[in-house]
Every structure is written in structure tokens, then in C-alpha cells.
């Protein structure tokens, strides 16, 4: 399709595993946007991408969340020694240039930490 | 400390009402964005409003940025029961900044 398409759908793993993410974003899109939304509140913004390189990183929680954008397309949302308070559904966006642009998103990864 | 404060949190009419959800904030912001989000799904763009006073219409919905550039309402007329969802505004202080999003309305329409 011609959406951001985000896998797995969901994921399930036991406090202390490892997790990836993956966001496919819209094709010839800069801009990439990882959120963390929790239950009953709006997306929280992660990091952003602009093309290879992490424009904006201040939202990630702790040295636990690490994202990388090699190609400049696909992403990865990586998270070492997962809690439970990371459970939550983690979005993805991507917009043309970035800025005011309409960001477009996929339908998240619902994370869940046992 | 929220940027931007959604009200109400919720709320419930019955279909055919009219009904207007507010986005506030202490800051000033470049451009204002609306979202619609039904479970399972991301949110979907409604609407940008970028200028100061600015009015803009999508069918039954009206959207208006505050002249300050600080605010932003969104006002429904006749709702019915398929604009059921989470509301959100979001915003962007300079132009080559993040989003910001609220913590949004949740609106169920009675049928």
C-alpha cells in the first residue's frame, strides 16, 4: 500500500527483553516521526528524523530507546531492557519535508510488557 | 506541564447537536493541526491553520485559529454518531519544529 505501514502489529515480551520496531514510511518522504501514545492520552513525540540524521531527539525517555534511519527510508525503533511502563502503542509518521506539512501515520505497534 | 490543554476530556450528545471542543495554550504557535483518531488506527489529519484569525471549513466541521495564534476551536454542527473518535490538536512552535499534540477529546455521538 502507499501508507506508513508499521510491524510487528502487535508485540508481547517479558520485562528485560529487547525489542525492535520497524516504520516503513510513505516513499520519497524526509521527515520520519516516531510517538508513544499510553492509554487515554495524545502521541508523545519521540524523535524525529530528517532524512539519515536525528533532528530532534529530545523526546526519548532514557538511554533504553535508541532509533536509527540508516537509508534514510525504513526505521527502527530499538528498546533495551524493556519495563512495563513502556508498554504503550508506538506511532509512526512521515511527512514530505517535515515542518507544518501533514504528517501521515501509521496504525502503531501495540507494545505490551509482561 | 501540557503545551496544549484539550477540553473538554469527554463528552456525549445525542446526534444532531452542535458541540465545540478547545485547544489552549500559553504559547504562541506557527501552525495548528487537528486530528481524528478511532481505535486501532492513527490519527488522520483533519485540518492545518497557520494564520492568525484564520476560519476553515470541512463540510459540518469549522475550524478556527486564535488571533494570537495561541488557540484553536473546532466546532460541529449536527453531529452524528460517525464523528465518533479522539480529537486531537497539535502544533508546532517554529517551523522546523516537532508536533506537539494534546492529550485530545474523546466525543461519542448517541444515535
Known amino acids: 500500500g502507499a501508507g506508513v505501514s508499521q510491524t510487528p502489529s502487535n508485540k508481547v515480551t517479558e520485562k528485560g527483553k529487547y525489542v525492535e520496531l520497524r516504520c516503513d514510511p510513505i516513499?520519497?518522504?524526509?521527515?520520519l516521526y516516531w510517538y508513544r501514545q499510553s492509554l487515554g492520552q495524545g502521541p508523545e513525540f519521540l524523535i524525529y528524523f530528517q532524512g539519515t540524521g536525528a533532528a530532534d531527539d529530545s523526546g526519548l525517555p532514557n538511554d533504553r530507546f535508541f532509533a536509527v534511519r540508516p537509508e534514510g527510508s525504513v526505521s527502527t525503533l530499538k528498546i533495551q531492557r524493556t519495563e512495563r511502563g513502556d508498554s504503550a502503542v508506538y506511532l509512526c509518521?512521515?511527512?514530505?519535508?517535515?515542518?507544518?506539512?501533514?504528517?501521515?501515520f501509521g496504525d502503531g505497534t501495540r507494545l505490551s510488557i509482561l | 506541564t501540557q503545551l496544549l490543554e484539550q477540553s473538554p476530556q469527554f463528552l456525549s450528545i445525542q446526534e444532531g447537536e452542535n458541540l465545540t471542543v478547545y485547544c489552549n495554550s500559553s504559547s504562541v504557535f506557527s501552525s495548528l493541526q487537528w486530528y481524528r483518531q478511532e481505535p486501532g488506527e492513527g490519527p488522520v489529519l483533519l485540518v492545518t491553520v497557520v494564520t492568525g484569525g484564520e476560519v476553515k471549513k470541512l463540510k459540518r466541521l469549522t475550524f478556527q485559529f486564535g488571533d494570537a495564534r495561541k488557540d484553536s476551536s473546532l466546532h460541529i454542527t449536527a453531529a452524528q454518531p460517525g464523528d465518533t473518535g479522539l480529537y486531537l490538536c497539535?502544533?508546532?512552535?517554529?517551523?522546523?519544529?516537532?508536533?506537539?499534540f494534546g492529550k485530545g477529546t474523546r466525543l461519542h455521538i448517541l444515535p
Open positions: 497539535a502544533g508546532t512552535m517554529n517551523r522546523d519544529d516537532k508536533i506537539i
Open positions: 516513499s520519497g518522504h524526509t521527515a
Open positions: 509518521a512521515s511527512s514530505p519535508t517535515g515542518g507544518n506539512q501533514p504528517q501521515h
